[in-house]
């Protein structure tokens, strides 16, 4: 069998950056492009709209990060259990990739409430106007949050990764074992 792991490792971080770069232009483009449409009742159903596009890509980006990180996860299980440093980054790394499907999925859910009826009056994808609904106004209160905290999330995600393949350099491996097995002798 072989120790590579190209096709896992390459679901994983093309499926991070994917969901990474989405939910950073569309917080930047969609959501400001939206400002920008003339009819305020058009706005949050425009904004809708092209996340509605980007919604099945980022799904099939989501779903390539889980399985690529899966893989990796059942390829290092013993690593991840024994090398200093990895069990922590592991396991910070599954809290933040939960809160990240999370906050998408919510992000949707708030999304659909802004764009529904006829359309609502409001400033922009993120901002409502004096006119909007009460209940429109606070879904976009939150996803005004959300537009900004999925991208720390997943650029979280990402930094992490990259310090996983620092722990797999060779020095890093034979220091971290040291340290965990000589943690483990002393208690």
């Known amino acids: 069998m072989s120790s590579r792991n190209t096709v896992v490792r390459s679901l994983h971080d093309l499926g991070a950056a994917a969901w990474f770069g989405g939910s950073l232009m569309g917080a930047v483009g969609v959501n400001g492009a939206a400002a920008a449409v003339q009819d305020p009742r058009e706005r949050a159903k425009i904004a809708a709209v092209g996340w509605g596009k980007w919604a099945p890509v980022n799904f099939a980006a989501i779903g390539a990060h889980l399985i690529g990180g899966a893989g990796i996860l059942a390829a290092n ?93 060779s020095t890093q491996v034979l220091t971290g074992l040291g340290s965990k097995l000589l943690s483990r002798a002393s208690d």
Do not use: C, F, M
């Open 77 to 169: 299980k013993e690593r991840a259990k024994h090398q200093e440093g990895v069990t922590a980054n592991t396991v910070t790394k599954l809290v933040l990739t939960a809160a990240a499907v999370g906050a998408t999925a919510y992000s949707g859910v708030l999304g659909a409430k802004t764009a529904q009826g006829d359309g609502h009056s409001v400033s922009g994808a993120t901002e409502p106007s004096a006119a909007t609904p009460d209940d429109v106004a606070a879904a976009q209160q939150q996803l005004k949050y959300l537009q900004w905290l999925l991208p720390v999330l997943t650029g979280a995600i990402i930094v992490l990764g990259s310090q996983q393949g620092e722990q797999q350099r």
